[in-house]
C-alpha cells in the first residue's frame, strides 16, 4: 500500500531509473524503493545525497534543504562535494546549485505594510535575525537570499519577515481610515433562513462531504457520467473521495442507509454546495448552492415533500402559478433516473427549472441499503436570490 500512491508516476513508461554504484551495485530504484546496500549505518563516513522527483525545481528546493542542514554535521562543517549530472540531451549540470539571489525592496513598502516607521539599519537587522543578508544601497535595500530560504519568493515574504522580527505584539493598534459596514453574503443568509424554515417544519439537518466516490455520484442513483459535468479527482487518495458531488442525493441516500434503524419517520434535509464544470471560470468549475430533504416511513411519503416544495416557495415571495406563467412557479413531470417513473416532478421557476421531487426508486434505495420507501427533492436556491 506504501508503494502503490508512487507507482503511477512510471507506470506508463517504456524505461525505469535506476541507480547503481560503479560495480553496477542497485542502490536505489526511484521512486519505488531504496536498496539495503546504500543504507546509513553509524560506521558510515561519507553520505551520497539524492533526490528525484516529476517537478525538477520541488527537487532542486528538497535537494538544498538537505545538503545545506546535513552539511552542519560534516568533520569539515558546511563542506559539501558537488556532483556532475548528465542530463538526456547531453548536458552537464553540477548540483546542489547553491548560488545565491539578490532581491530589492523599499523601505517605505515595509513600512507601509507592518504599520511601523523603521529605519533601514533597524530593517537591516531585524532581517539578519530570519537568516536574510541585507544591506542599503541607493535608499533600496538589497537582500542576498540564501539556498536555505526557499520560502522567499516576494518582496511580501521579506516585509513579513520583518513583522516577524520586529515582533507582531509590538506593532501599535491602529483604526482603519476608512470604515466599511460589514454583512452576510446574501447566499449564506438566505440559506440560513431557509434552513430555520424547513427545521421548524420538522426535518433535521445533515452535513457530508462534498467529494464522493465515482460510484455512488453516478451509478448508484441511475444517473451516467457525461463526462462535461462532474470534477473528477486525479489522484484520489481513497476511493470513497474520487469526484465533486454533481447532486446532494449521494450524500443524503448514504446518510439514511447508515441510520436506517432510527424510529419512523426519518426526515432529514441539507443545504450545501455541489461543484459542476464551467469553462467560464477562472478554475474551470463553479459551486451551486443546493437544498435536499428525504422523508422516509412505512409508506412514501409524497405528499409531505410535495407540502415541504410549496412552503419553501412561499417562504422565497414565489406564488404558484399556471403552466406557462413565469411570475411564479409551477410543477410539471419529470422523468429524472433516480425516481420512481410517473411519481416525481420538476419545479419550474420563472420558466427555468430548477430542481426535482419525487418517490425514490426501488433500485437506488437497495443500492444504499435502504428498506423503506422514500420521498426527496433537490433544488438549486441560488435563483432565488
Excluded at 49 to 59: F, Y
Excluded at 105 to 126: A, M, T
Excluded at 196 to 210: D, K, N, P, Q
Amino acid at each position: 500500500m506504501k508503494l502503490k500512491k508512487f507507482l503511477h508516476i512510471i507506470e506508463n513508461s517504456s524505461v525505469f531509473p535506476v541507480i547503481y554504484d560503479s560495480k553496477r551495485i542497485v542502490l536505489s530504484l526511484p521512486p519505488i524503493i531504496n536498496g539495503a546496500h546504500s543504507a546509513i549505518t553509524l560506521k558510515t563516513k561519507n553520505v551520497f545525497i539524492e533526490c528525484t522527483g516529476t517537478d525538477l525545481t520541488k527537487a532542486k528546493i528538497v535537494l538544498n534543504t538537505m545538503v545545506t542542514m546535513f552539511s552542519m554535521y560534516c568533520e569539515r562543517k558546511f563542506e559539501v562535494e558537488p556532483v556532475e549530472v548528465i542530463n538526456p540531451d547531453e548536458k552537464s549540470v553540477i548540483y546542489p546549485d547553491l548560488s545565491i539571489w539578490n532581491l530589492e525592496i523599499d523601505l517605505p513598502y515595509i513600512c507601509r505594510s507592518i504599520g511601523v516607521p523603521l529605519k533601514e539599519n533597524e530593517v537591516i537587522s531585524l532581517l539578519a535575525k530570519m537568516q536574510l543578508s541585507a544591506q542599503s544601497q541607493n535608499s533600496k535595500i538589497q537582500i542576498s537570499v540564501p539556498p536555505t530560504r526557499s520560502d522567499i519568493l516576494h518582496k511580501c515574504d521579506v516585509m513579513e519577515d520583518v513583522s516577524i522580527a520586529y515582533g507582531f505584539n509590538n506593532i501599535p493598534k491602529t483604526k482603519p481610515k476608512s470604515l466599511t459596514q460589514g454583512k452576510q453574503h446574501p447566499l449564506n443568509h438566505l440559506s440560513d433562513l431557509i434552513r430555520s424554515e424547513i427545521a421548524m417544519a420538522g426535518f433535521t439537518e445533515v452535513l457530508t462531504w462534498i467529494l464522493c466516490s465515482y460510484e455512488e455520484n453516478f451509478s448508484m442513483v441511475n444517473r451516467k457520467d457525461d463526462k462535461k459535468t462532474a470534477v473528477v479527482i486525479g489522484n484520489p487518495r481513497s476511493s470513497e473521495f474520487e469526484v465533486a458531488r454533481t447532486s446532494l442525493l449521494p450524500g443524503i441516500l448514504k446518510t439514511m442507509g447508515h441510520n436506517k434503524d432510527h424510529p419512523r419517520p426519518i426526515k432529514i434535509f441539507e443545504v450545501g454546495d455541489i461543484v459542476v464544470l464551467d469553462d467560464e471560470k477562472d478554475v474551470g468549475a463553479a459551486n451551486q448552492r443546493r437544498l435536499a430533504a428525504l422523508y422516509c416511513n412505512s409508506n412514501s411519503g409524497f405528499e409531505i415533500i410535495h407540502g415541504l416544495v410549496d412552503r419553501i416557495m412561499e417562504v422565497v415571495g414565489l406564488p404558484f402559478v399556471t403552466v406557462g406563467d413565469n411570475s411564479g412557479y409551477y410543477i410539471r413531470p419529470s422523468h429524472e433516473p433516480e425516481y420512481f417513473p410517473g411519481r416525481q416532478a420538476s419545479i419550474i421557476v420563472k420558466g427555468k427549472s430548477v430542481g426535482a421531487f419525487g418517490i425514490v426508486h426501488p433500485e437506488v434505495l437497495a443500492r444504499f441499503d435502504i428498506p423503506d420507501p422514500c420521498s426527496m427533492l433537490e433544488i438549486n436556491i441560488q435563483p432565488f436570490l
